[in-house]
């Protein structure tokens, strides 16, 4: 079935199989004096989309109200969750493009449904796992996509300058400076915010966001004390 925003749209329509635009790799070049070619400064992933053939049946007035259901469901005004007949356990972040245009036949009015995907991989199953105070652990992160992490410590309590944190593969930090010794703290990457006690504050200028790509990685309480979770959401492209 064809979700969008939890309406399954299988229930007014009867849809053709997919039409993917996917992957759309926007690279960023620059011309260089007495060089062939071109050099490449970044790579990015820009805007896809997914098309439906669609059809709904019945009389015409059961045709115009499963339409009109159909356009109360796509009014949206921002990104929603669409989930794939061929993968359940993943969603996009889409959002309608352009219009419907009826084809009317004697039993059926066809037409097409388009979605923008206005990022480039999908979300699937959401993962955490446990610091212990102090301690280490390593993880494994499935996909094909690199994700952000979220750190939630329920009792932190800060070292001698009361700053607390932690490292990931023995390289990055994400830390904050405790507003007293001891408090909540969360650290959301995808987000990016940081907050003690339900109150939004920095973290450290030395520090980064951790994103984390597929496979093993290891990540440490190494400044301050008190146990916490990392959690994340599988990314596919």
């Given at each position: 079935m064809l979700m969008f925003d939890n309406h399954n749209l299988e229930d007014l329509l009867v849809l053709g199989s997919p039409s993917f635009n996917i992957i759309n790799s926007v690279p960023n070049t620059i011309d260089v004096s007495s060089r062939d070619g071109e050099l490449v400064q970044e790579v990015r992933y820009g805007s896809s989309s997914i098309t439906f053939q669609?059809?709904?049946?019945?009389?015409?007035?059961?045709?115009?109200?499963?339409?009109?259901?159909?356009?109360?469901?796509?009014?949206?005004d921002e990104p929603k969750r669409l989930v794939l007949p061929d993968t359940p356990d993943r969603y996009y972040l889409a959002i309608p493009d352009g219009s419907l245009e009826i084809r009317r036949l004697i039993d059926a009015d066809f037409f097409v449904v388009t979605f923008r995907i206005t990022e480039p991989a999908a979300?699937?199953?959401?993962?955490?796992?446990?610091?212990?105070?102090?301690?280490?652990?390593s993880f494994s992160v499935d996909g094909t996509y690199k994700t952000a992490l979220k750190v939630t410590c329920a009792q932190a309590t800060g070292n001698a300058n009361n700053l607390w944190g932690v490292r990931l593969d023995n390289g990055i930090v994400m830390r904050c400076e405790l507003p007293i010794s001891s408090c909540a703290i969360t650290l959301d990457s995808e987000s990016?915010?940081?907050r003690a006690?339900?109150?939004?504050?920095?973290?450290?200028?030395?520090?980064d966001w951790f994103f984390a790509s597929p496979g093993t990685h290891s990540i440490k309480n190494d400044v301050g004390s008190g146990e916490c979770v990392v959690s994340w959401t599988e990314r596919w492209l």
């Amino acid at each position: 079935m064809l979700m969008f925003d939890n309406h399954n749209l299988e229930d007014l329509l009867v849809l053709g199989s997919p039409s993917f635009n996917i992957i759309n790799s926007v690279p960023n070049t620059i011309d260089v004096s007495s060089r062939d070619g071109e050099l490449v400064q970044e790579v990015r992933y820009g805007s896809s989309s997914i098309t439906f053939q669609a059809a709904v049946v019945g009389t015409n007035t059961e045709k115009r109200n499963k339409l009109s259901q159909l356009a109360m469901w796509l009014d949206v005004d921002e990104p929603k969750r669409l989930v794939l007949p061929d993968t359940p356990d993943r969603y996009y972040l889409a959002i309608p493009d352009g219009s419907l245009e009826i084809r009317r036949l004697i039993d059926a009015d066809f037409f097409v449904v388009t979605f923008r995907i206005t990022e480039p991989a999908a979300y699937g199953a959401e993962q955490s796992i446990t610091i212990p105070s102090g301690g280490s652990t390593s993880f494994s992160v499935d996909g094909t996509y690199k994700t952000a992490l979220k750190v939630t410590c329920a009792q932190a309590t800060g070292n001698a300058n009361n700053l607390w944190g932690v490292r990931l593969d023995n390289g990055i930090v994400m830390r904050c400076e405790l507003p007293i010794s001891s408090c909540a703290i969360t650290l959301d990457s995808e987000s990016r915010t940081c907050r003690a006690n339900n109150t939004n504050t920095q973290i450290t200028l030395a520090s980064d966001w951790f994103f984390a790509s597929p496979g093993t990685h290891s990540i440490k309480n190494d400044v301050g004390s008190g146990e916490c979770v990392v959690s994340w959401t599988e990314r596919w492209l």
